[in-house]
T-cell receptor, first 111, second 111 residues
Framework: DAGVTQSPTHLIKTRGQQVTLRCSPKSGHDTVSWYQQALGQGPQFIFQYYEEEERQRGNFPDRFSGHQFPNYSSELNVNALLLGDSALYLC??????????FGQGTRLTVV | KQEVTQIPAALSVPEGENLVLNCSFTDSAIYNLQWFRQDPGKGLTSLLLIQSSQREQTSGRLNASLDKSSGRSTLYIAASQPGDSATYLCAVRSMGGKLIFGQGTELSVKP
């Protein structure tokens, strides 16, 4: 079992650009959540997907959007990038609300 | 609104010492609580999951306790080793919901 995998691991983008991050959940998991972690802070919840629908959303603007595919994999899209979007983006998967497992993260730098 | 606090923010101990990390939360209506370890720039590794009906969980040198009524959890690490150096995060999950994280405790174990 490969666990939760995220791609890419690192990304550098320019302000105003758009970015797509990808996540493959752990085998058997049906729920995918995305988190943003600024340096020195705990992760902040962006949104959660279950059965291809957004089930819950945190306090993030509409520039942040996502998708879950029939195979449970997920994408996080961020439009009109700001310098403040620079962070480690973490994907977590679980079977329903049971133990969450995280990927290694995508380090996004906006310049 | 659920808030999670971890004390202390940083801790430095000599190798071999037993130590306790603290986590408190404001709303006792949680589904479960999870402790994670994070190495610099990496993703989160799940250490222990405690369901709301449980009082404690143990894995090797780690023991986590949960007191829902007082809104507290502790992570006990026995016989600490330099390899235990990392940031430790606790997170609570409500029913059907997101994980809410504390800011973490940065642990340094000196040889």
């Amino acid at each position: 079992d490969a666990g939760v995998t995220q791609s890419p691991t690192h990304l550098i983008k320019t302000r105003g650009q758009q970015v797509t991050l990808r996540c493959s959940p752990k085998s058997g998991h049906d729920t995918v959540s995305w988190y943003q972690q600024a340096l020195g802070q705990g992760p902040q919840f962006i949104f959660q997907y279950y059965e291809e629908e957004e089930r819950q959303r945190g306090n993030f603007p509409d520039r942040f959007s996502g998708h879950q595919f029939p195979n449970y994999s997920s994408e996080l899209n961020v439009n009109a990038l700001l310098l403040g979007d620079s962070a480690l983006y973490l994907c977590a998967s679980s079977f329903s609300d049971r133990e969450a497992f995280f990927g290694q993260g995508t380090r996004l730098t906006v310049v | 609104k659920q808030e999670v606090t971890q004390i202390p923010a940083a801790l430095s101990v000599p190798e071999g010492e037993n130590l306790v990390l603290n986590c408190s939360f404001t709303d006792s209506a949680i589904y479960n609580l999870q402790w994670f370890r994070q190495d610099p720039g990496k993703g989160l590794t799940s250490l222990l999951l405690i369901q709301s009906s449980q009082r404690e969980q143990t894995s090797g040198r780690l023991n986590a306790s949960l007191d829902k009524s007082s809104g507290r959890s502790t992570l006990y690490i026995a016989a600490s080793q330099p390899g235990d150096s990392a940031t430790y995060l606790c997170a609570v999950r409500s029913m059907g919901g997101k994980l809410i994280f504390g800011q973490g405790t940065e642990l340094s174990v000196k040889p």
